[in-house]
Structure formats: structure tokens, C-alpha cells
């Protein structure tokens, strides 16, 4: 059964680093999401993405964050400046069709670390 | 603003016993889809079940049903016949439309634990 990949399981890094969150989606989905789960409390939505170009995204979604459909098949987060609260498990989702009953399919997620 | 609230943080339930986990939500969209999701100790949504607003019927999905209570704004979800892996976190989620596509807005969740 196809699913939705992510890597890295979990992410260490240093308040100020960039990071990349890598995810590939189901091949035959057309809609693409981030979403956030900071320990311990429920799943944010970040950002939905649509034929090369952001649909919509949250508050939390500022100018440090950034999403990139660099080739046919991967979909990243990027966060370029990170910072403490910034740490959370980072979960990328993909739906076949925008509109509809069709349920998002979630990966793995990202725990990402900011030290 | 939608909002879905589930007000059991954690749940016990013996095994082979049926447990009912609440959510209630609130819209004033017509249409709306509700969604329920398992979150493992590792950390994965799994998708389980899903109810539009506009189905006449319970949406069922093996051991999960949803008992969609329209007018009362609930959509719990039934396990039957729990099982020591149905431990877990379960989440509740709305879709919300936007202008291509719809996001999820999520409940704080609910613990529960399969007693053997």
C-alpha cells in the first residue's frame, strides 16, 4: 500500500541552523501539507501546497519557514532560521484530490530538536 | 471560527470491551467532513474513519464506527472489541475549506488505554 515518506526520523540542531524536513508524498496525490504537533499538545496546520505554489498557510507560518516541490517526487519544509520553540514533531500529509471525502494521508513525521 | 473540542484526555477500557471516545465540533459551514486518527507512541497519524456531513449513514470502517449525531454536533467514535495495540492517542479533526483544498483542525486528543 503506498504511503507518505518522511526522513529524518528525528533531527538535532542548533538555535540559528537551518534545517531541511524531507517528505515524499503518495505518487499519484495532488495536494501537499505541513503540519506541526509540539509535545504533548494537538496537530497544527502549517501550509497546504497546490500545483507549485502555496493554497494557504497558518500564522505560524512566517517568513522563516519555506516549502519546495524541488523535483517530481519530493516535498521539504525548510526552516531557515531556526529557533527553540520551533522544536516538535513535524508531520507532511498528501490528499489525491483538494475537494471531497478524500482524507489526508499522513508520514511518519520529523521530530525535530533545536538545541 | 471552527473549533472541535474532545473533553476525555485519557480513557481506560478493558480488553474485548467496546469504548466510545467524545467529539463534539462546531461550524456554521453546511458542509464539513469529520475525520478520526490514531496516534501510536511512535508518533504516526493513521488515518481510521471519516464522516461527511451530508452522509445518511454512520460511517463504519471494521472494529471503528462513528456514531454521527447531527444535531447535537458530535461525531464520537466506537471501538468494539478493543485490543491491546488500539492503545494509542486518537485525535478528532474538522476539514476546513480553503480556496483549492481543505486543512484539518484538530482536537487535543484522548488517551486511551487497553487494560489486559
Known amino acids: 500500500e503506498p504511503e507518505v515518506t518522511q526522513t529524518p526520523s528525528h533531527q538535532v540542531t542548533q538555535m540559528g541552523q537551518e534545517v531541511i524536513l524531507r517528505c515524499v508524498p503518495i505518487s499519484n496525490h495532488l495536494y501537499f501539507y505541513w503540519y506541526r504537533q509540539i509535545l504533548g499538545q494537538k496537530v497544527e496546520f502549517l501550509v497546504s501546497f497546490y500545483n507549485n505554489e502555496i493554497s494557504e498557510k497558518s500564522e505560524i507560518f512566517d517568513d522563516q519557514f519555506s516549502v519546495e516541490r524541488p523535483d517530481g517526487s519530493n516535498f521539504t519544509l525548510k526552516i531557515r532560521s531556526t529557533k527553540l520553540e520551533d522544536s516538535a514533531m513535524y508531520f507532511c500529509?498528501?490528499?489525491?484530490?483538494?475537494?471531497?471525502?478524500?482524507?489526508?494521508?499522513f508520514g511518519p513525521g520529523t521530530r525535530l530538536t533545536v538545541t | 471560527a471552527q473549533k472541535i473540542t474532545q473533553t476525555q484526555p485519557g480513557m481506560f477500557v478493558q480488553e474485548k470491551e467496546a469504548v466510545t471516545l467524545d467529539c463534539t465540533y462546531d461550524t456554521s459551514d453546511p458542509s464539513y467532513g469529520l475525520f478520526w486518527y490514531k496516534q501510536p507512541s511512535s508518533g504516526e497519524m493513521i488515518f481510521l474513519i471519516y464522516?461527511?456531513?451530508?452522509?445518511?449513514q454512520n460511517a463504519t470502517e471494521g472494529r471503528y464506527s462513528l456514531n454521527f449525531q447531527k444535531a447535537r454536533k458530535s461525531a464520537n467514535l466506537v471501538i468494539s472489541a478493543s485490543q491491546l495495540g488500539d492503545s494509542a492517542m486518537y485525535f478528532c479533526?474538522?476539514?476546513?475549506?480553503?480556496?483549492?483544498?481543505?486543512?484539518?483542525?484538530f482536537g487535543s486528543g484522548t488517551r486511551l488505554l487497553v487494560r489486559p
Open positions: 479533526a474538522m476539514r476546513e475549506w480553503m480556496d483549492s483544498s481543505y486543512k484539518l483542525i
Open positions: 464522516q461527511g456531513s451530508y452522509d445518511q
Open positions: 500529509a498528501s490528499s489525491q484530490r483538494g475537494t471531497g471525502g478524500y482524507e489526508q494521508y
